[in-house]
T-cell receptor
């Protein structure tokens, strides 16, 4: 079993839809959780960063962490064609020296 | 504020050759991490440099090596290139080595090994 599982998609939604992206993980020591957005042939861009369990909101984006279920989510409200990209979840634990463990990424397409 | 920059953008090498990739960290950041991203996969941690020393290493063989310079820029060197080394190599910088510090990525260097 991989440490971080993420459905690669592709996921296609109409403009304005609410998008839900998810990752599951197996290592209960993970405490720091991130979502990155990666456009084609570009480096990942940090979108959301959360510590431990709970919710965090930033504009149209909401990140949720449920440590009891080892499950994290990213919600995108009022999705736009410019949101079309690959979304990567990443996580790490104390003492890892910043070694981020990534999911495979979910490719999202928002159709006008 | 200047973001993370990497050079070159693209590179083509043949099997057995050696390659050096370069990274300049974001202004104010003193820690650089390198990742390898194969096509259709998430990035995989290679190693991290802090204060010019290797500060953590992923599951990569010794032919992957690096350097960090006093200005915090960094190099990734790969010897005896193999076909499977073809990937996007990403550099990320952060302010400090602590696990809670956010990592910001550069655009990457796309390496093709023929």
């Amino acid at each position: 079993q991989k440490e971080v599982e993420q459905d690669p998609g592709p996921l296609s939604v109409p403009e304005g839809a609410i998008v839900s992206l998810n990752c599951t993980y197996s290592n209960s020591a993970f405490q720091y959780f991130m979502w990155y957005r990666q456009y084609s042939r570009k480096g990942p861009e940090l979108l959301m960063y959360t510590y431990s369990s709970g919710n965090k909101e930033d504009g149209r984006f909401t990140a949720q962490v449920d440590k009891s279920s080892k499950y994290i989510s990213l919600f995108i409200r009022d999705s736009q064609p410019s949101d079309s990209a690959t979304y990567l979840c990443a996580m790490t634990r104390e003492g890892s020296q910043g070694n981020l463990i990534f999911g495979k990424g979910t490719k999202l397409s928002v159709k006008p | 504020e200047t973001g993370v920059t990497q050079s070159p953008t693209h590179l083509i090498k043949t099997r057995g050759q050696q390659v050096t990739l370069r990274c300049s960290s974001q202004s104010g950041h003193n820690t650089v991490s390198w990742y390898q991203q194969a096509l259709g996969q998430g990035p995989q941690f290679i190693f991290q440099y802090y204060r010019e020393e290797e500060n953590g290493r992923g599951n990569f063989p010794p032919r992957f090596s690096g350097l960090q310079f006093p200005n915090y820029s960094s190099e990734l060197n790969v010897n005896a290139l193999e076909l499977d080394d073809s990937a996007l190599y990403l550099c990320a910088s952060s302010n400090g080595q602590g696990v809670g510090n956010e990592q910001f990525f550069g655009p990457g260097t796309r390496l093709t090994v023929l």
